[in-house]
Every structure is written in structure tokens, then in C-alpha cells.
């Protein structure tokens, strides 16, 4: 049932660009994705709705392919302030009362 | 407001102990939720309590018993707990919603070791 995130851990210099994807296994209704940085509660980043809405943050951006079951997290000019561990999360189709976090991808941005 | 508060912070308890985590908002929010965190992997969802009522159980082991006193108030109640069940103990709560969770704002936690 959880998601599966892709890749495990990424390592950037500032300014570079990265993409985490989420997979899931069930027919999605939403996919939402939060930031966890060390020792502190995720933090809210996106939610991608079947149909096309997105409710979110201005500057990420995310795509949600419903006919795949797959979600992209895109992380462009990459700043420090971006390292951190990046959940997705998902809401199935048909069961609109299970949500389940994905694996993790863990974000590393150097100087 | 936009804040959720988890006191306490850190709770080291024996495995006969009865003690109590809790957790509060005041941003209106009628969807409250507690999470368990294991180290290095994902938040899992615990409970969902909706305008008050316990709507989700994860199947988690009667061992953990919820509480919602209020729209503001949420407790879990913890008692003959396992060493298993050390790990970090996130409450989040957002705007309820018919189908898609809506955004969660997420407390500090409450980091629980059982001896």
C-alpha cells in the first residue's frame, strides 16, 4: 500500500536540478507531498488532485499522472534550504479514508 | 495561529506505566491525526478522529487509546507499552475534508522511549 519513491537519497550542489518520483501500486485520488527536515515535523509542500488541480507552493512544481499511478516532485535551481527528506503521500481512489506516506527520497544540497 | 503543540517533547517510560501525549490546535481544524515515526522511515497514520469522531484505526494494538476531548484537544493514551513502541509520535491536524486529506500541519512530536 505505501508508495514507492525513487531515488533513495540524491546529493546536489546548489543550483542544480533534481526530480523525485512517487509510485503507487493502487488507482490514486490525490497525491501530496511534504519536506522533513532533521529532527522536525514534515512540512506541507503540494497536493495534486485527479483532474489537474494542484494546491501548493508557487515555486515547486509537481505532475501527477493518474493513468500511471505516478507523481514527479521537480526541484529546480536547488537551494540549501531544500535539503531534507521528501514524502509523497497518497490518497487512493478507492478507498478515500487510507492515506499512506511513500518511502522517502532523502535530499542532500552542498554548497 | 498556524501552529501545533505536542507536549511532551521527550517521554522515557517503563513498560507498566500509563501516561498520556498530548497534542493541540487552534486553527480551526476539525480533522486531527497521530502518526508513529520510526527512524529514518516514513510517518505511518495511527488514528483520524473527524468534527470530534474516531473515524480511522489503523489497526493499532488497544495498547494505544485515542482520545478527542475537544476540536482542539487530541490525547493518545499509552499504557503497558513494548520497547517496539519507541519512536516519535506526530499529531497533525487539518481543515476536514470529504476525500483528500487537505493539507496537514504537523507538530514537533513527542519522542517516546519504552524501557
Known amino acids: 500500500q505505501q508508495p514507492v519513491q525513487s531515488p533513495q537519497a540524491v546529493i546536489l550542489r546548489e543550483g542544480e536540478d533534481a526530480v523525485i518520483n512517487c509510485s503507487s501500486s493502487?488507482?490514486?485520488?490525490?497525491v501530496h507531498w511534504y519536506r522533513q527536515k532533521h529532527g522536525e515535523a514534515p512540512v506541507f509542500l503540494m497536493i495534486?488532485?485527479?483532474?489537474?488541480e494542484q494546491r501548493g507552493h508557487e515555486k515547486i512544481s509537481a505532475s501527477f499522472n493518474e493513468k500511471k499511478q505516478q507523481s514527479s516532485l521537480y526541484l529546480t535551481a536547488s537551494q540549501l534550504s531544500y535539503s531534507g527528506t521528501y514524502f509523497c503521500?497518497?490518497?487512493?481512489?478507492?478507498?478515500?479514508?487510507?492515506?499512506?506516506f511513500g518511502s522517502g527520497t532523502k535530499l542532500n544540497v552542498k554548497p | 495561529d498556524t501552529e501545533v503543540t505536542q507536549t511532551p517533547k521527550h517521554l522515557v517510560m517503563g513498560m507498566t506505566n500509563k501516561k498520556s501525549l498530548k497534542c493541540e490546535q487552534h486553527?480551526?481544524?476539525?480533522?486531527m491525526y497521530w502518526y508513529k515515526q520510526k527512524a529514518k522511515k516514513p510517518p505511518e497514520l495511527m488514528f483520524v478522529?473527524?468534527?470530534?469522531?474516531?473515524?480511522i484505526n489503523e489497526s493499532v494494538p488497544s495498547r494505544f487509546s485515542p482520545e478527542c476531548p475537544n476540536s482542539s484537544l487530541l490525547n493518545l493514551h499509552l499504557h503497558a507499552l513494548q520497547p517496539e513502541d519507541s519512536a516519535l509520535y506526530l499529531c497533525?491536524?487539518?481543515?476536514?475534508?470529504?476525500?483528500?486529506?487537505?493539507?496537514?500541519?504537523f507538530g514537533p512530536g513527542t519522542r517516546l522511549t519504552v524501557l
Open positions: 495534486l488532485l485527479k483532474g489537474g
Open positions: 486553527m480551526g481544524h476539525r480533522a
Open positions: 478522529y473527524s468534527y470530534e469522531k474516531l473515524s
Open positions: 503521500g497518497t490518497v487512493g481512489r478507492d478507498n478515500f479514508n487510507k492515506f499512506y
Open positions: 497533525a491536524s487539518s481543515q476536514a475534508g470529504t476525500s483528500d486529506y487537505n493539507e496537514q500541519f
Open positions: 493502487k488507482a490514486l485520488y490525490s
